[in-house]
């Protein structure tokens, strides 16, 4: 077996250890959860010499051993556990050149955890503008590391890291500083207590904060030592940073040369126009209106490509399949399903485009700083503004991204409000029910059709603020709200990093929303193509009129159609009926509604599956188009199906409802308990039903 | 005596004292220890948060977590 040397990354956020880790690993990553928790595990293997393979493993950002969430938990623990499949060989600190003291207090804290460290100073190819001057050598004695200067913009140093971690086993080991410094007292009684532990080890284990982590304290509980306060404990916390500043100090003192005379930064020009308080909220502005304008003009090009490819697969398979049930199922329910998801690539792929290039860039932080106090009237944190934009993408990672909101009842909110937000999902359903009821009409240059669209979107956002508004209001909880955030340096992403942030998010998300089609197409297909009782089994006896005045095709549509009402499915459909009647809706909507509570953008395929098995078509091979067979729609009566108003109720029941199994499940992980998820998914579905009544009895 | 929420944009100060009870370690892992100097970058407007820069760290916080932090003496800054 060839051998395996296990890596960390470590570093503080912001340092660029992503990039590190792309250029280690190159595509040759994969991305999972931590067990039990939603933090993103990301691991690449990267080849070394003779056949050694290096797994290295991107762990989230920190500031120090101390975990105050979630993410920085997961450093934390795997550092503690020699006995986690994980523990690393090695420890790669990622630091940047310009915040070296800061970043070096994580270092010298992994660093008496006796894990070999390589330092890893990144962005060096800023130093000469900033005026820094490193003594390497003075730096790797003092520090006792192996040190790389790495930077972003070339992978020249790769090899030589590459070599170090090779060599790993030549890497120092020894502690850099004695804890006894911090309070010898303290120290010493916890020394003679615990004279088998790791003074160190066993102070980080006592330091973890309850709330987050998982290290195993109860041993600490019968042993005869005076265990401290909280506020003790965090005087302490005090002093051993104090300590530690102060020995980095004294090493940079002679280390580094800053010139601040030889710095130019064009960082404080920018911050004077992108936080000013009355351009910054401009410029926000405009970069939304950008975004917006990317995904709905830009991208619908490639949308169209796709939706012809698509179209000329349907086609294709009808002809060269034979003609039959089956053949439907896999050109109407499964391409067309799919096809219906493929489409909104370009849109998702855009969106995560551009929030990554605004994470990366160092502008999301400025956005937090701008509206921390507006979100904060509504029961928010500035930090949820960052969830609440990338909800119009997905609320999957939405929800993931509030794990750096401190106070626990302002993420609750968040989390909770999100789903309100138009998702990339509900774009499918609302293009085609937009299609067949708004007229596509200009007025004064504005088109009917795109003023209902935005409107919709403004209505998620609405929903969401308002919501939050009266849950801060209802929510009985202890708040302590805290705003700490570091503003980065603006940096220019890198499109190696962002497209590899597009790529997995849009791979991760066809591939989730594939399943879910699949499955419930298939399901709908057979419910909907069997069935008991004679109507079912011999519809030539209930066609309405003389068989003889009808054609053949006539004939065929209307047995298919009575066929399908007496299908499971049509007998699902009609006992559920009288819930959705009052709506505007037939049971056939109804089928769509219920199958979309597992994924909105079912909403499509469902209709395609239960329209094209009633819709008997003897032409093989002709492109049906879904809207035209839905604009044709009608009831008993002769009256249309898909009017202004049950059109504006479908669009407003999609625009309130909670339909996203998903969103449930992260939501359950997140909060730890099916509580807020099951509140979320009732009080959800209540108004989108009430809104929705309400809208479709004042229309009509 | 002085905090942090009384500087101006553009002022400058030393950090006297930091009662960490309050306080996010988060905050002093950062750099916000007595001795070090503390420059007000930028405000938000309506009492929203400050933009700060403690030795070399860049930083939004507060107002409430400004108040904690007691500053010595105002460097003059033209």
Redesign the interface.
């Known amino acids: 077996m060839s051998k395996q040397i296990k890596v960390a990354l470590i570093g503080n956020p912001n340092t660029g250890k992503t990039s590190i880790f792309n250029s280690l690993t190159g595509l040759n990553q994969k991305t999972a959860n931590y067990p039990g928790v939603t933090v993103e595990k990301k691991e690449g293997i990267c080849k070394l010499d003779r056949g050694v393979k290096a797994h290295i493993y991107d762990l989230p950002g920190t500031?120090?051993l101390?975990a105050?969430s979630m993410d920085e938990n997961i450093v934390v623990e795997l550092l503690l556990n020699k006995n986690h499949k994980d523990y690393p060989d090695l420890a790669i600190i990622v630091s940047d050149v310009?915040?070296l003291?800061?970043n070096l207090?994580l270092f010298t804290q992994v660093k008496d955890l006796k894990i070999p460290t390589i330092l890893a100073i990144n962005m060096s190819d800023r130093m000469k503008y900033k005026g820094i001057e490193l003594d390497l050598s003075y730096l790797e004695n003092h520090l006792d590391t192996k040190i790389i200067l790495t930077t972003n913009r070339t992978n020249l140093w790769t090899d030589t890291l590459k070599d170090l971690i090779s060599n790993y086993n030549k890497l120092p080991s020894n502690k850099f500083m004695d804890p006894q410094l911090i309070d010898p007292e303290y120290f010493k009684n916890l020394q003679r207590t615990f004279p088998e532990q790791d003074l160190y080890k066993l102070w980080v284990v006592i330091c973890q904060d309850a709330n987050f982590t998982n290290v195993d304290k109860n041993f600490l509980d019968g042993a005869d030592f005076e265990i401290k306060s909280i506020?003790e404990l965090?005087?302490l916390?005090?002093k051993e940073?104090?300590k530690r500043?102060q020995l980095i100090n004294n090493i940079l003192k002679l280390g580094q040369k800053v010139d601040q005379s030889k710095a130019i930064g064009f960082g404080?020009a920018m911050?004077?126009i992108l936080?000013?308080?009355i351009f910054g909220y401009v410029f926000f502005c405009l970069i939304l209106l950008g975004m917006f304008q990317a995904i709905y003009e830009w991208a619908t090009i490639p949308m169209n490509y796709i939706d012809s490819m698509f179209a000329s697969i349907t086609g294709w398979v009808k002809i060269n399949f034979p003609s039959g049930a089956m053949t439907d199922l896999l050109a109407d329910g499964i391409i067309t399903g799919i096809g219906g998801i493929v489409i909104f690539v370009p849109q998702i792929a855009f969106l995560f485009m551009f929030i990554s290039v605004l994470e990366e860039s160092g502008y999301m932080?400025r956005v937090?700083?701008?509206m921390?106090?507006?979100m904060q009237k509504f029961g928010l944190s500035?930090k949820s503004v960052v969830p609440l934009i990338s909800g119009v993408a997905c609320a999957i990672p939405a929800i993931m991204a509030t794990r750096n909101i401190?106070s626990w009842k302002e993420r609750l909110i968040t989390i909770l409000v999100i789903p309100f937000m138009t998702c990339s999902a509900r774009l499918p359903v609302y293009l085609i029910i937009v299609a067949l009821v708004i007229p596509n009409e200009t007025i004064l240059g504005v088109n009917y059709q795109a003023v209902a669209l935005m409107s919709l979107y403004i209505i998620g956002f609405l929903a969401a603020i308002f919501s939050a508004y009266i849950l801060n209001i209802i929510l009985k909880m202890k708040k302590r709200?805290?705003?700490?955030?570091?503003?980065?340096?603006y940096k220019i992403p890198l499109i190696k990093d962002v497209l590899y942030t597009v790529i997995e998010k849009t791979k991760s998300f066809i591939v989730e929303a594939g399943k879910i089609i699949l499955a419930i197409s298939i399901i709908l297909w057979f419910l909907a193509t069997n069935g008991v009782g004679d109507k079912f089994k011999n519809p030539e006896k209930y066609v309405s009129q003389k068989i003889e005045l009808l054609t053949e095709n006539e004939l065929q549509t209307e047995m298919a159609a009575i066929k399908l009402e007496n299908s499971f499915i049509g007998n699902i459909g009609k006992t559920i009926e009288p819930v959705f009647k009052p709506l505007g809706y037939d049971w056939k909507i109804g089928i769509g509604l219920i199958t979309s509570f597992a994924a909105r953008e079912v909403f499509v395929g469902t209709l395609a599956v239960i329209y094209n098995i009633e819709n008997y078509d003897d032409s093989k091979g002709k492109q049906r188009e879904l809207k035209n067979i839905m604009r044709q729609e009608t009831d008993k009566n002769g009256n249309k199906i898909f009017t202004l108003a049950s059109g504006i109720s479908l669009l407003l029941f999609y625009a309130f409802a909670m339909q996203c199994m998903s969103t449930l499940a992260i939501v359950k992980k997140e909060t730890n308990s099916w509580k807020w998820p099951a509140i979320q998914f009732i009080i959800m579905t209540l108004i989108a039903y009430i809104v929705s009544l309400i809208a479709f009895q004042l229309i009509s | 005596m002085h905090s942090i929420a009384d500087l101006k944009k553009g002022e400058k100060a030393i950090i006297k004292d930091?009662s960490?009870?309050n306080i996010?370690?988060?905050?002093?892992?950062?750099?916000c220890?007595?001795g070090n100097e503390v420059e007000v970058?930028?405000?938000?407007?309506?009492?929203?948060?400050m933009?700060i820069n403690i030795?070399?760290?860049?930083?939004?916080?507060?107002k409430?977590?400004a108040k904690l932090i007691i500053i010595d003496k105002l460097i003059n800054n033209e």
Not at chain 1, 481 to 489: G, H, I, R
Not at chain 2, 41 to 49: D, E, F, N, R
């Open positions: 500031y120090s101390n105050s310009e915040n003291k800061r207090v506020s965090k005087r916390q005090q940073t104090i500043y404080a911050d004077r936080t000013h308080k932080s937090v700083f701008l921390d106090r507006i500035g401190e709200s805290v705003l700490v955030m570091e503003m980065p340096n | 930091v960490a009870n996010p370690i988060k905050l002093l892992e950062m750099g220890l007595p970058i930028q405000l938000a407007p309506l009492l929203g948060p933009y030795n070399g760290s860049h930083l939004a916080i507060r409430e977590t």
